[in-house]
Each structure stands twice: as C-alpha cells, then as structure tokens.
C-alpha cells in the first residue's frame, strides 16, 4: 500500500502543468544532444545548471533527469542510421545496427532500440520505487565513519571502472580533491589555497568547474577536427518488427535490462560499461555468435536496454546515499546542492513530493520519448548538418550568460575559460575529467565525515575498522583497488574501452 501511495504522490507532482512541461522540454534536449556528436548530457547538464536556480527544486531536476535519459535514447538514432555514435555509449549499438541500415533494415533497428530502451528505462524505475526506501531506512543508521568509508568506496569504485591509466585516473581524483578543499576550513574557517584571492574564500564554484571542464573543454576538442558533415536523409520506412524480430530480441531486451540494473547502482558503474557488458553477454550466449557485427538484431536490443536501465538505477545511490555513480549524477548533486537540499536518506522523509514526483517523472519521460523519437527521425539526423564552428561558440555564449546572470560576477566567468583549458589540457594527457568531478564533489563530503568521525572517537582511528558497516565497505574498497591494478585486468579493461574509442 505504501508503494501506491508514494506512486500517488508523484504522479500528482509529475503530471502538475509546469512539471509535465519541463520534462517534455528536458527530453527533446537530451535527445538532441545524444544525436549531435561530440556534446553530450554531461556538458549539456553543465551548462544548463545555471537556468535551474530560477525554478522549484523538482522542476529543475525532472528536467535535468530528462536530459540524461533522453541522451541515451537519441544517440542510437544516428549511431543506426549513419554509423556516428550521438553518446558514448551508443557506440555499442552501432556495431550491429549501421549493419542493419545498410541491409535494408534501419526502421527495424530504430524500433527495437526504442522499444528495449522504453522498456528497460520503465522497469529500471520500478527498481527504484521498490529498493529506494529500504536503502533509505539502511542508510538511516550511517554514522561519519559509515559515510566516509562509503565516499571511500566510491571514489575507488570511479577509479576500477575508468577506461585507461589507473595512475592517470588516480592521480585526476587527487586533483578533484584538492580543488575541493579550496576555501574555508569548515570547522576553523581558515582560508586554504585561496591565494588572497576575496572570491575563492566561498571556495571553487561548482558550476564554473563543470561548464569549463566538460564544455568547454569538450567542444575545444571537438573543434580540432571540426568538418562540415553532409548527411542524406532517406525515408525510414518499416517501422514495425516482424514477429521473428520480437522473438529475438526478447531474452536479449530482459538480460539487458537485468544487467543494466545491477551495473547501474554501483558507483561508477556508468551506462557505458553496462552497454559492453551486455553486448558481450548476448554473444557469448547466442548460439550464433558469428552474426554479431553483422547485423545481430540481439546486438542492438542488449545494449540499448541496459544502457537505458543503468541510467535509471543510478539514482538509487544518489537519492538515498547522496553518493553519484558518475558525472552526470555528479552534476545532478550539484543542481540538488544549488536548491538548497542535500541527497541522501531524510530526502524521501522530508521532501516526499520531491523524491516521488522525481521517480514518477521518469515513467512519463520514458513514454514522451518513444512517442517523440521515431516520428522525429528525419529532423534530428539533418540537425548534424549545423557546422559546429556555428553551433559551438552560440552553446559557449549560452554558458557565459547562464553563469554571470547566475552569479553577478565576472570571476566565475574567467572560471569558466580557466577549468575549459585545463580540462582541454588533461583531456590531450590522456586524463579522464570524470573522475575529477567526483573527487571535487565528494571532497568535502570526505573531508568532514573523516574529521566528525575522529572527533567523535576522541582521535581514535580504528573506529573505521570496528564499526561493522564501515568496516565491509572498507573491505570492498580494498578489492576494488585490487582487482584496478591487476595488470591482467586493466589491459582487458583497456581493450574493451578501445572498441568504445
């Protein structure tokens, strides 16, 4: 009963005019940016952060929530229709689905990955409805010493799963960290790496280092080989799956959901890897594995449904632990920090309406986007037709008035340009931005559990380890860094995010 009446409770949120409005709007942008290469939901995310101060905390989220699951929804249109990956983790279904476009089959393919997606983003909701408040009700009985081996936890998980260099991605946490300590103290308000500097005494602006790190320095890299693209569109006919095809894409769609799900909560897990995981599933259970990279309709079906359910289930951490799974939720913490509410486990208690209508917006998302995605095939695929040297300085001036209209300062706009060349400088070392982010937004989060927890144990440091909760996340901390510099594991690991490259 109390299921339905939360359910209740955020529909009466979500269908409100103004709610419905906004992840309407929330949506056609992520699709938009997850059919033009080289953006994304996490710049777009970045740089939209400023426009949700002015709108009620739940507006602002249903439509940043919106923008990141519509992204998975609209990169598979043109990864299918002309072998260009819109988002990262569409890359895996145009291993499979260019192949059916060139044999004839490209309505075939658009309508299994908007089925499997809507149907993998609805039961990844489910899991959130059902596992939400028991997480919650756990994370209830966290101490500082819990919180902080949860941080832990996380930060270590961000670092097994990133692609490439375990040192570069560990030494990109260090930096996060670092920068998130600028400021005040927060116990003896004395200043740190503020260099004199009157606007760094509040600390680095979350923002400025969002825009400028994944905007900017995103587009700076798009604009090395920017190229005026000439797309033909032809008419998509065939929309329909033959009954075959629903035979086939069945168990692939329920595996990949299943998957995408379980990858999904854990922190870093990321769509991404949920996308190559299940795509590498499906092959090695098909019993004709050789039709992979060939036009497998079950290439297409697996991957797109456990991209979309891990973008679901990665709410879970940060709704009932406040803990992001990756930068995109990263950025979604910001945009809750930015409204003056802290995630974790009193949300659900305190802010009912909020949590719920959330949750609920994420059906009705989910249902927007396949009665959008197919009729809009033919706009979205002529749109990468805008030269990016039109399109990109209107998406960087867009971000420049968001933050000083934001802020009334023209240091947070000098900023911007400082964290854009910086990320552009990391991205040519081969650094990931992402782990970054997590360590600049978990930073003081650790900083302070780690020095409430000594405080509270009068300096006594095994209160980490005689604590049984804080103790096993500990524990699997320790093995996520083990099983990260493995050497035998991280090659495999650099070798499947080669194939993503």
């Not at 095994?462 to 594991?489: G, H, N, Q």
């Amino acid at each position: 009963m109390d299921v339905l009446a939360n359910l209740e409770l955020g529909l009466a949120t979500a269908l409100q005019p103004e709610n419905l409005v906004w992840c309407f709007i929330g949506v056609v942008l992520g699709t938009l940016v997850g059919v033009l290469p080289g953006i994304g939901p996490t710049a777009t995310i970045a740089m939209l952060l400023p426009i949700t101060f002015g709108l009620e905390p739940v507006t602002s989220l249903i439509m940043l929530a919106g923008i990141y699951y519509g992204a998975q929804y609209g990169g598979s249109t043109t990864a299918i229709l002309i072998n260009l990956p819109g988002e990262s983790s569409s890359a895996v279904t145009a291993i499979d689905g260019h192949q059916m476009a060139l044999q004839g089959r490209a309505g075939a393919a658009l309508a299994t990955a908007a089925l499997g997606s809507f149907f993998a983003g609805t039961v990844g909701t489910f899991v959130l409805v059902l596992f939400a408040p028991p997480l919650a009700a756990v994370a209830l009985r966290f101490g500082s010493a819990e919180y902080f081996s949860l941080v832990v936890l996380g930060l270590i998980a961000s670092i097994a799963l990133a692609h490439g260099s375990t040192l570069k991605a560990l030494a990109m946490i260090v930096l996060g960290l670092l920068l998130g300590s600028v400021g005040q103290d927060a116990f003896t308000a004395t200043p740190r790496f503020t260099f004199g500097i009157r606007e760094l005494f509040g600390g680095l602006n979350f923002v400025s280092v969002a825009v400028g790190v994944f905007g900017i320095a995103e587009i700076l890299r798009n604009l090395e080989d920017e190229k005026t693209r000439t797309v033909t569109v032809t008419a998509v006919k065939n929309l329909w799956l033959t009954r075959e095809d629903v035979r086939r894409i069945v168990a692939p769609v329920v595996r990949g959901t299943a998957l995408g799900s379980v990858l999904g909560v854990l922190p870093g897990g990321r769509h991404i890897l949920a996308a190559f995981a299940s795509y590498s599933l499906e092959k090695r259970v098909s019993k004709h594995p050789e039709t992979f990279g060939h036009g497998a309709i079950e290439g297409v079906a697996a991957p797109e449904s456990a991209n979309n359910a891990a973008a679901q289930t990665s709410f879970i951490p940060l709704l009932t632990l406040g803990l992001p799974a990756h930068p995109v939720m990263a950025l979604m913490l910001g945009a809750f920090i930015i409204q003056g509410i802290i995630p974790g486990p009193n949300v659900i208690n305190t802010e009912p309406e909020l949590f719920w209508g959330l949750v609920v917006s994420f059906l009705i998302g989910n249902l927007l986007l396949v009665m959008l995605n197919l009729p809009l095939i033919g706009i979205w695929v002529k749109l990468l037709t805008i030269p990016y040297h039109v399109l990109f300085p209107a998406i960087v001036a867009f971000a420049v008035i968001g933050v000083f209209a934001l802020y009334q300062n023209a240091f947070h706009v000098f900023a911007i340009a400082f964290f854009g060349l910086l990320g552009y400088v990391l991205v040519k070392l081969g650094c990931e931005p992402a782990p970054l982010l997590l360590g600049f937004v978990l930073g003081p989060l650790l900083e302070e559990h780690l020095r409430r927890a000594m405080i509270i144990s009068r300096g006594d440091p095994t209160t980490f380890l005689t604590r049984p909760i804080s103790l096993a996340l500990l524990v699997a901390a320790a093995i996520a860094l083990i099983i990260a510099v493995l050497p035998s594991i991280r090659q495999r690991r650099e070798v499947v995010f080669q194939e993503e490259d």
